[in-house]
């Protein structure tokens, strides 16, 4: 039996990058990668944000919530570069893994709190973008250890403690 605060550290499985974008320049659209650069100097490498803010080096949301902001905006798809975020994850909630250490690809990434959104969703998603985002706007992380990250890399939570169900 576990108590809960075993329970804040079992995970049933690893995630899995969906998606990758930079912003390069500040209010400009967001590009669509296969692959980022990050370093524990700078964050995210070509990106504008690249050696500002060390909680919010990167920007990461939960891909099973594009279809709900979707919903919520009349939408009948999401373009994840609408929402200006970095990686799209799918597979995990990334709500849970709030102060935990996360591995993907090449890099170690700790995740330091939510991305609220901001007044672009009104513009980018219409009226009540905002509304519809709040809640589903992601995570903050910052970058622990430098590497390559790519879609399709696994991202395996690596706090000391969490481990993965072993139940089918």
């Known amino acids: 039996m576990y108590n809960i605060k075993d329970l804040f550290n079992v995970f049933p499985r690893p995630g899995r990058v969906e998606w990758l974008g930079i912003r390069p320049e500040r209010r400009e659209p967001v590009q669509v990668v296969n692959e980022i650069n990050v370093s524990d100097k700078k964050g995210i490498l070509g990106d504008h944000y690249s050696g500002r803010s060390g ?3 990167v920007t990461l949301i939960q891909a099973e919530h594009l279809p709900v902001v979707a919903a919520l905006t009349a939408r009948g798809a999401l ?4 929402l200006r975020r970095n990686i ?13 250490q996360i591995q993907i690809g090449d890099a170690i990434l ?3 709190g939510q991305c609220h959104p901001c007044s672009k969703m009104e513009v980018a998603l219409g009226p009540g973008g905002y509304n519809a985002m709040r809640g589903h706007g992601g995570l903050t992380a ?3 250890h430098s590497g390559a990250i790519r879609v399709g890399d696994e991202v395996i939570v ?4 969490a481990h993965f169900s072993t139940q089918e």
């Open 55 to 57: 909680n919010r080096h």
């Open 110 to 112: 700790e995740i330091t």
């Open 142 to 144: 910052k970058v622990i």
């Open 158 to 161: 690596s706090s000391r403690m």
């Open 79 to 82: 373009d994840p570069a609408l």
């Open 88 to 100: 799209v994850v799918s597979g995990l909630n990334l709500l849970a893994l709030k102060n935990h």
